[in-house]
């Protein structure tokens, strides 16, 4: 019996890029799939384009991206949940049907695309010094999630959090050499990077890093965002691994 995978966008008034990622699901070759999206109360079309979709969607108010991120935990029926939101597409047609070869672990990650450049993972144990791949290339066993949420109280660094404390529950990881989504720029996390770093501080302090630990964390974290910034080519050149 083949995996059923519950693939859960959220969205809220990006009806361009909710059919975008509506066409890249459809468009897997592997079919035994379900499609959750929780829209916000978009007022531009979308809960009318998701009444044509036959797919499982709700459409109200909620208190921000994690929340209802939240609500498709709780509706999703699959064994393993990803979470590819409006405008995220999956890096090819096949992502799927690889993803469900030999699947047997509890959590599985891959590498990502942004535009034009390849981001490799780095190993899913450098969780300490921050978010190893992109959240949309992390596949999660619904059964080994059980009643962990993401935790609302954090604005951009809640999947962080949701991250660290499923590995400590994860007994089997799995790294797929591949690319399973092609990130869309310029997100809430990328406009307030800032933010994201002061909120992993924290969750690092409530997990129970030091005070040091933490500092040089965030330091690293801060000099990679301004290499970055200020010379992309150099930093891509330490990411991209030739596919």
């Known amino acids: 019996m083949s995996i059923l995978f519950s693939v859960i966008t959220i969205t809220r008034n990006n009806l361009d890029g909710l059919r975008r990622t ?19 109360a978009s007022h531009d079309g979308t809960e009318a384009y998701l009444k044509t979709t036959n797919d499982l969607s ?6 921000g991206i994690y929340d209802a991120m939240n609500k498709g935990i709780d509706r999703a029926q699959g064994e393993y949940l990803i979470f590819m939101n409006a405008g995220d597409v999956f890096a090819e047609p096949n992502t799927l049907e690889q993803l469900s070869q030999n699947i047997d672990a509890d959590f ?3 590498d990502a695309r942004e535009d034009a450049s390849y981001k490799t993972a780095r190993p899913h144990k450098k969780i300490t010094y921050g978010m190893f791949t992109h959240h949309q290339s992390m596949i999660y066993k619904r059964a080994t999630i059980g009643t ?15 991250t660290l404390e499923f590995l400590q529950r994860a007994q089997k990881i799995s790294y797929r050499p591949l690319p399973i989504c092609i990130f869309e720029q310029g997100g809430l996390s990328q406009k307030q990077v800032r933010l994201g770093r002061i909120e992993q501080f924290s969750i690092r302090r409530a997990a129970g890093f030091s005070m040091i630990q933490s500092a040089i964390i965030y330091a690293k974290q801060s000099i990679t965002m301004l290499l970055r910034r200020l010379f992309p080519a150099l930093y891509w050149g330490l990411r991209k691994q030739p596919k």
């Open 148 to 162: 962990l949420r993401y935790d609302i109280n954090y604005k951009i660094a809640a999947d962080y959090k949701f």
């Open 22 to 40: 509506h066409e890249s699901i459809a468009a897997q070759s592997y079919t035994n799939y379900e499609w959750i999206v929780i829209d916000g």
């Open 58 to 63: 709700v459409s109200e108010p909620d208190h």
């Open 108 to 110: 599985i990650y891959g």
